[in-house]
């Protein structure tokens, strides 16, 4: 299965970039919705305890639990087409950084979760603003990384360190025309925007 992380300032297209390419694709999809970015037509939770980030982060935890885990199909658990067909296959955890900070240990809950995915058959996207925020750990484990608009050394800093020529490559980006670098599992670099769709769907594991 699929582990996407998406990174972008605010104004890069990043949200539009998850919308267009991934949730819109796949409708058996939950979003995290934190703050609150997507429409109602789509399958969102959205967190109460925004102003206590240890709540946050219990909340997070029961969520996975209660509401992700138990709405996916392991393998040895399918039982009829029906059943494939409702099973969650893709889950949007929208400003990751909030719950997975760089400067913390991933709760056990989400650990799990990543450890699990691909037992459960369940893409995960995370999406955040900055490298420098989010949990290495989200990004070291994730199959693509789509990288948009960055400023700010540390941000460059990891950017490179996941390839030489990312941060470069990251400054020749039209910012206008919604351009990302996309890096592959090897790490290897393109170039994309929001709009192609069809190479984001390709990304997914679970294909509606």
């Known amino acids: 299965m699929s582990r996407i992380t998406v990174l972008g300032l605010q104004g890069s297209g990043k949200s539009y970039l998850t919308e267009h390419g991934f949730i819109a694709q796949q409708p058996n999809h939950l979003i995290v919705d934190i703050m609150r970015e997507y429409p109602d037509k789509y399958h969102s939770y959205e967190p109460k305890y925004l102003d206590n980030p240890d709540k946050l982060k219990e909340e997070i935890s029961l969520i996975i639990k209660k509401l992700i885990i138990?709405?996916?199909?392991?393998?040895?658990?399918?039982?009829?087409?029906?059943?494939?067909?409702?099973?969650?296959?893709?889950?949007?955890?929208?400003?990751?950084?909030?719950?997975?900070?760089?400067?913390?240990?991933?709760?056990?809950?989400?650990?799990?979760?990543?450890?699990?995915s691909r037992h459960l058959q369940l893409d995960m996207v995370f999406v955040s603003r900055r490298p420098s925020d989010l949990s290495a750990y989200l990004m070291d484990t994730s199959d693509y990384l789509i990288i948009g608009k960055q400023v700010g050394a540390n941000a460059l800093k990891i950017i490179n360190n996941l390839n030489s020529q990312a941060s470069a490559r990251l400054?020749?980006?039209?910012?206008?025309?919604?351009e990302f670098l996309l890096l592959d599992r090897n790490r290897e670099i393109s170039v994309i925007t929001a709009e192609d769709t069809d190479i984001l769907k390709s990304l997914l594991s679970n294909k509606a």
């Open 70 to 116: 138990k709405n996916c199909v392991a393998l040895e658990d399918k039982n009829t087409d029906k059943t494939e067909k409702k099973r969650l296959k893709l889950v949007v955890f929208e400003e990751a950084d909030l719950y997975n900070p760089s400067s913390e240990r991933v709760a056990s809950g989400m650990r799990s979760l990543i450890v699990q």
């Open 171 to 178: 400054k020749k980006l039209n910012y206008d025309n919604h």
